[in-house]
């Protein structure tokens, strides 16, 4: 029979999938009284609930030193404090830990791949070397062929090689969808289009019931402003910005909706059609309970999940107060950016470049939609205009928004407040316009995206 520890430990387990976080907490630390065995373990679990779901980063800190303690060579452990390194700015503990690991074990390719994401793109053969070298290992899962092809890719592309660069980003690509077999889902275009269908068909007789109107009511503290759009198209950046001024707290990639519209509302969106204003307004409450969570003082709260843009119906039925930056940038850069990041596979579009560009159009046609009904409440936030003329560009961001922009800071995330994005170092840089035009590099390999997308580059 399991152990009182043990069955303490899967009842943690349960309870953090159920997002009963202290409750999970409060069994892990039972597990412990109870001398569960390798307790590292769980002092790495507690950490994971801390950080990612509890934004209590130094409690996170605390439990993978304990964790530490009881191993210090546990590996999972110091990639988690690594990590944790990373989102806090702190560069310098982050490469050590990344150092440390691989001390411990020279193929710990994930920590390689990291170690590398973190370096200067000038050029470094021997980092290059080191790359190639564990993506010829036969002993390397295809998962770690793609942290490590991702980041050979971004080191290439920094240095000007853009060809092998490509290459380089294809073949991680690849070893991504490989590594989620055999439970990978293709990209179904035929899929996407009816879902866009319906947000469009739902929102519309959403916003022709008189019941849209009677959710509206004074505004509560704090209020909600949405960053939305494409993955890659600057919404980091835009919240870091907006964090900035001392009203606006940055509540990161919120889940609140999509679990939302996944369980609750299912089937979604065709249940916006009979939501009750009683049902609007307790969700609403819910949602604004998590915004005070998070920002318990804050006037704003800033939930900056891209996808959101597929949520917009819902969002204004529930929260007619507010309001919605869409951050764009040119389209073949947008594009080619996603197919250079190591998104999750179940953005399965994210891995062919003709599957990106069908996924753009589809996202642009539900945004002329939501533009149209909510023209208002939206502004469109262009990142190539941020980055080439920032100060009046962010002066207009704080006018939409009804913020002073008087004195705010150009530095998007000062060390010592967390980020959570792939692209952590790049947003903690000064503003650069590097990215604006990148794709010109590499326009024999983005000619059919080009013409596919022809009436939608401006």
Known sequence: M????????NLAVQQKQARQFEAALASYQKALDARVTRPEEVHLNRSVIYSAHLGQHEAAQRELALALTCNPNFVPALLNLANLHEDLGNRAQAEATYAKILDLDPRCFEALARYANMQPTAPNPPLLSRLRGALADPDASDA?????????GRLLDGTGDYSAAFAAFKAANDASRSSNLPHYSPYDRTAQERLVDRLIAAGAAAQRSSTIHATRAPAARPRPIFICGMFRSGSTLTEQLLANHPGVVAGGELDFLPRLAAGELA???QSLQTLSVERCTNLAAMYRAELERIG???AYVTDKRPDNFLYLGLIKRLLPDARIVHTTRNALDNCLSIYFLHLDQSMSYAL???DIGHYYRQYRRLMAHWKNMFAEDILDFDYDAL????QPTIQSLCE???LDSAGMSLTAAPAGRSVRTASVWQVREPLYTRSSGRAAHYAAQLAGLRQNLADLLT
């Open 2 to 9: 399991p152990s009182i520890a043990d069955a303490l430990f």
């Open 144 to 152: 770690e062929r793609a942290s490590l092809g991702f980041a050979l």
């Open 267 to 269: 089937p979604f969106p």
């Open 296 to 298: 318990p003082q804050a």
């Open 352 to 354: 062919d470049l003709d």
């Open 387 to 390: 980055v080439r003329r920032p």
């Open 400 to 402: 939409f928004l009804g």
